[in-house]
T-cell receptor, first 115, second 113 residues
Framework: GAVVSQHPSWVICKSGTSVKIECRSL??????MFWYRQFPKQSLMLMAT?????????EQGVEKDKFLINHASLTLSTLTVTSAHPEDSSFYIC???????????FGQGTRLTVV | AQTVTQSQPEMSVQEAETVTLSCTYD???????LFWYKQPPSRQMILVIR??????QNATENRFSVNFQKAAKSFSLKISDSQLGDAAMYFC??????????FGTGTSLTVIP
């Protein structure tokens, strides 16, 4: 299957700082990317959907000013957690699909710890 | 709204035996896709199998097969000849024509040696 690379795999940051997570499709053009948050032993919670060149569509309850998503190219989307707080600590996963693809391919995930 | 329900939070199976994981979903759409994803301890999501709703034939991928009952909105996963490497969280997912995926709450599968 196609490869989606997510970086970093883990990050620790101080409260109040911002953290950027990158999601790259390595061998296909990702017209759509999804960002999820996953709490321990729980399912994936969709945060937002982004189409290349367009503003992201956020799910209800997700603060767009806190979780900034940029999908400026067909191979790269970024999620920036601004002014991070300990409650933002979680596992964040991106996935991507191309224009005609049926399935989505997932990155390895990023474990964010805010101290 | 579309919902995906996995009623078995945890399942266990003896190595080499067969296990079936359940999934039901709710939709008013007629054209959609269903998936089973596996999430091992590494937490990398891996596609196990997918099913197009318009296909009556159940999908099969080696030891993995599904029982797709469209009228009942049921999509179970059968794992045959279970292996230790099959131990993981399994998520059922639904996607309508368009973008959004909806995931179930997951089933944690333990394989007993």
């Amino acid at each position: 299957g196609a490869v989606v690379s997510q970086h970093p795999s883990w990050v620790i940051c101080k409260s109040g700082t911002s953290v950027k997570i990158e999601c790259r499709s390595l061998d296909f053009q990702a017209t759509t990317m999804f960002w999820y948050r996953q709490f321990p032993k729980q399912s994936l919670m969709l945060m937002a959907t982004s189409n290349e060149g367009s503003k992201a569509t956020y799910e209800q309850g997700v603060e767009k000013d806190k979780f900034l998503i940029n999908h400026a190219s067909l191979t790269l989307s970024t999620l920036t957690v601004t002014s991070a707080h300990p409650e933002d600590s979680s596992f964040y996963i991106c996935s991507a699909r191309d224009r005609v693809g049926t399935e989505a391919f997932f990155g390895q995930g990023t474990r964010l710890t805010v101290v | 709204a579309q919902t995906v329900t996995q009623s078995q939070p945890e399942m266990s199976v003896q190595e080499a035996e067969t296990v079936t994981l359940s999934c039901t979903y709710d939709t008013s759409e007629s054209d959609y896709y269903l998936f089973w994803y596996k999430q091992p301890p590494s937490r990398q999501m891996i596609l196990v199998i997918r099913q197009e709703a318009y296909k009556q034939q159940n999908a099969t991928e080696n030891r993995f097969s599904v029982n797709f009952q469209k009228a009942a909105k049921s999509f179970s996963l059968k794992i045959s000849d279970s292996q230790l490497g099959d131990a993981a969280m399994y998520f059922c997912a639904y996607r309508r024509t368009g973008n959004q995926f909806y995931f179930g709450t997951g089933t944690s599968l333990t394989v007993i040696p």
